[in-house]
């Protein structure tokens, strides 16, 4: 008898705006699991595309933010800056940014963002100190993403295939390693703060050569933690008690598991091999 | 030596087993990994009875709408059941096709399973 593991997906991924400050890094299989389909920007709910984008603010500066953005608050405090369109268009350090999707495509796994100076309303100019955070948008509709069951989505794994866990760089200066910490389905309430991420591979379930892998996102500085929970969970022993199979992440349901607990999982991704 | 190991057994909805993958017998560890392929659909990797190094056998069963969590559940269950034989699914000849399966879950709803090599 074998103890069985099952992973709900949530993607998560942060970088640093760097020198192509208007774009994000590129999602990938990688980093993101199932990358989100090209869009060209228009009007779009978060719901619909599946997934939600932040920018943290790292320099202040003026002409930044678009008047839509600045109205709906900061993201995670709710606070709508007071004071004239200058006020209102200057943005001040770890302010909280939501992007919407108005001026915001993706092609290729890349988001770029309009600029404040060519849409005053949505834009907004991005700083090479900021920072993006993308990630899955509970209660998505996106079928491709998460509402229709797919490679992928989800997977339910044997322990005895466990190949190991490995830590995931995020700490360079093209990775960030930053997530939104607590707060509601949304963020609001939440915090930002550091994360790590650990890669977790398993033979593949196809049988092919090339891993299964799964790519947490959890709090900074519990590798270890997460070590020990798969331990756990290999040599657990629901595999005598009937209670079939532990669920070790299923974010996108807004429960938490007593692992998403205890390690501060905010997000998962995986690459299973196509059978 | 008795090996005190469960064995799954599955047949492919046809009552005379006489060509291959229209029935399968495995040990329970032979369970790589399970995945929604679809609403209703959900693949359960088994190593292959080939001892082939990739290719594993595929058991998709179909089951009622956004289960797929309840069946892969179901098959854990299955696979961790003391056995020695744990009929999944069967067909015998002259009657009707049923899934034992769903007598972990009455959720479920397994209409079908088909196992390809």
Redesign the interface.
Known sequence: ??N?V?FGKRSHFSCLANSSVQASDALTAANFGIVPADFTAATATEFAQGYEIFIQTKEANASTRGTALTALGDALTGVVKAGNAGAKATTIIDDVTRLKFDTVGMSSGALTVANFGADGTDGYLVDAADRWIIREKIGSTNDALSD???????????M??FIGADPVDTATAATVGIGIIGGDANGLGGTIADIDQTLLS????????TD?TILLTHRSGAYKEVCQAMEEMANGM???K????YTFTDLMSGKKTIWEDRLGIIGCSMI?QA? | MNQNKNFLYSANGDDAIDATMEALMFPATAITGMFGASATTTNVSIQATTGAGDNNHQMLITHASLKNKEVMNAVVKLANSSGPFTVVSEFPVGGPEIFPINNLDGTILVTNIAITA
């Not at chain 1, 398993?202 to 050569?209: D, N, S």
Request: proline content about 3%.
């Open positions: 008898m074998d069985y099952y229709v069951p797919a490679i992928n989505q989800a997977v339910c794994l044997n005895a295939n398993f033979k593949a379930v196809t049988g092919t050569a299964d629901y595999h005598r009937s209670k079939g199979y299973v059978v």
